[in-house]
Structure formats: structure tokens, C-alpha cells
């Protein structure tokens, strides 16, 4: 029987051809093998690979570019692990970016101990609302998404999870006013992609394209801004997921629909232009 070196260095020099990253390989070993971390590749690298036929199988879906974490069914995000398949967008980093902005400045606008209502509007996996529930015991989270299916994987997720996130189904803030909610937060990570030409093909042919893609006609923050007063009793705090060139539409929505607010555009750690906090009085 081959060892994991020999098995991952052959992986790597065929993958090249194909793309294939040496950490989604290790992701793979390390998973196959039960070990806890993609570096455990590395440190038991003189061991038997026992799971090599497994590997093998999953090694041909990743060269046909299918992401790593739809073949494991499983994502990383902060210090969670969240159930993935393609009903859902794979979680992010840049969403662990948003989750940090909200840590950092949620004391600016509310007591964080108080009992906050929060909807996660297009939840996807759930990965937001859970992480933000395991941070803030006492907020009270919905998590909501149009997607029956994508509502499926995060009540999945929820469930394994051990905390108490309601959800909802159904289109933007609707359900929240349907529910007679009110709202002291909403999050949302929702489609924001304007050019179709930006995305990679691994993206592009897996991840669910009602994820991704921004239709100015029926846009997720254009519904939030239009129907705010209606789920709003106090002040509320709208925290967003936006596209780099999305600045100039949102700034315009703002003006459209919104009364008595401040709003800040924050960077992600690559200088772009990725979050929207507005904060309503
Ligand atoms: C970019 S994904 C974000 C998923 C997850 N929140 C995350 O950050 O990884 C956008 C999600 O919004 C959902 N969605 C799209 N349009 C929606 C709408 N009009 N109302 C509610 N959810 C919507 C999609 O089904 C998808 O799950």
C-alpha cells in the first residue's frame, strides 16, 4: 500500500495540469482519513493512505474543478464547521470579515447583552446567523432564505449546532412583516454579482447561481430598503455583504427609500469596498 506522501505528491504533480490546489488535497486526505486537521497530512505523511480508493474517486471531482468542499460536504468558517452541498453558496472568507466588522462595532449602536432581534436575510448554510448566535447567546436570530432547499441545509446546520435560530422561508423582508417581527438587526449576505465574466468556472458550474448573481429588478437590498419601516419599532442596524462596485447603487437606494440614517462603507482586507453598515435612527 502506497504512503500519504506518495499518494499526495503524485496527486499534486498530475493536479497541476488541472488546477488543483495542495491544500484542497490535504483537505481531502486529512478528511478521508478522520484526521482533524489538513496539516495531519503532513505530520502522519509516512503512514499507509487505508483510504486510497476513496481519494482516488474524489480526487477525479476535483480535477473537474468541483470545490473541495462540496465533495466532503463540509466548510470551514471561523471556528465552525457547517454541512455544505450545492443547494447552498459555499461560506466565505470575506463573510468571516463581516461577522468580525459587526463583533468590532456592534457596541457603537446597541448594548450587545440586551435581548437583540436579528434576521439573517439569505442564509444559505446558515453560517452567519449560527456563528452570530454562538457570539451573542441572547439575540434572538431568524434566519431566512427564498430557497426552500438552501433553508433545508441551514436547518441541517442549526440542528447539529445545538442553538436556538428560528427560520423563515420567503423573499427578503416579507416574511419578517408577515411574521409581525421587529427588528433591532438585519444581516444579509445576499446575490451580489454584477458581472457574470468575473466569476470562476468552478464557481460558475457548482455554486447555486441564485446565490450569486444581482438582478437589479429583484434585488435583495432594494427590498430591505423599501420595506425597513415596516419591521422597525426602535432604531435598527442594517449590516451588509455588498460586490466592490456596488457602491454607487446603494448609495442611490439610500437616498430613495431610507430617513434619519447614517451609513459607513467598510473595506475588506484587500482595500475593496465590501460591507455596508446603516444604522437608522
Ligand atoms: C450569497 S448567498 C449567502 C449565503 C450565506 N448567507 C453566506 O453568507 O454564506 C445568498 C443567499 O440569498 C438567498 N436569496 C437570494 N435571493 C433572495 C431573496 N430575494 N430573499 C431571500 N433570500 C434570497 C439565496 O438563496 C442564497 O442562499
Redesign the pocket.
Known amino acids: 500500500m502506497a504512503t500519504v506522501l506518495q499518494v499526495y505528491t503524485k496527486a499534486i504533480e498530475e493536479g497541476k495540469a488541472f488546477g488543483v490546489l495542495s491544500g484542497d488535497l490535504r483537505i481531502l486526505i486529512s478528511h478521508d482519513m478522520g484526521w482533524a486537521e489538513p496539516i495531519d497530512t503532513l505530520f502522519h505523511k509516512d503512514e499507509e493512505f487505508a483510504a486510497e480508493p476513496l481519494f482516488l474517486e474524489q480526487y477525479e471531482r476535483l480535477k473537474k474543478g468541483e470545490p473541495v468542499e462540496y465533495i466532503i460536504n463540509e466548510a470551514r468558517f471561523l471556528h465552525h464547521r457547517f454541512y455544505v452541498d450545492p443547494r447552498?453558496?459555499i461560506?466565505?472568507m470575506e463573510?468571516e470579515e463581516l461577522i468580525a466588522n459587526i463583533s468590532e462595532r456592534i457596541t457603537d449602536y446597541f448594548d450587545p447583552r440586551n435581548w437583540l432581534v436579528c434576521a439573517?436575510?439569505?442564509?444559505?448554510?446558515g453560517?452567519?446567523a449560527i456563528t452570530l448566535k454562538s457570539m451573542f447567546s441572547n439575540w434572538l436570530i431568524t434566519a431566512?432564505?427564498?430557497?426552500s432547499d438552501?433553508l433545508e441545509v441551514a436547518k441541517k446546520n442549526i440542528a447539529d449546532s445545538n442553538l436556538r435560530v428560528q427560520t423563515l422561508q420567503g423573499?427578503?423582508l416579507q416574511p419578517f412583516i408577515d411574521a409581525n417581527m421587529n427588528l433591532d438587526i438585519i444581516v444579509s449576505?445576499?446575490?451580489y454579482i454584477l458581472n457574470k465574466d468575473e466569476v470562476q468556472d468552478s464557481v460558475k458550474n457548482y455554486e447555486?447561481s441564485?446565490?450569486?448573481y444581482l438582478d437589479k429588478a429583484?434585488s435583495?437590498y432594494e427590498?430591505i430598503f423599501s420595506k425597513y419601516k415596516k419591521v422597525k419599532k426602535g432604531s435598527l442596524l442594517m449590516c451588509f455583504?455588498i460586490g466592490y462596485d456596488l457602491k454607487d447603487y446603494l448609495i442611490d437606494l439610500m437616498q430613495r427609500y431610507l430617513e434619519d440614517y447614517e451609513y459607513e462603507f467598510i473595506e475588506d482586507l484587500n482595500g475593496l469596498t465590501r460591507f455596508l453598515f446603516v444604522y437608522c435612527k
Not at 144 to 147: N, T
Open positions: 447552498v453558496l461560506p466565505r463573510t439573517d436575510i439569505g442564509t444559505g448554510s453560517a452567519i431566512s432564505d427564498i430557497s438552501a423573499d427578503g449576505n445576499p446575490p447555486p441564485s446565490a450569486l429583484h435583495v427590498d455583504e
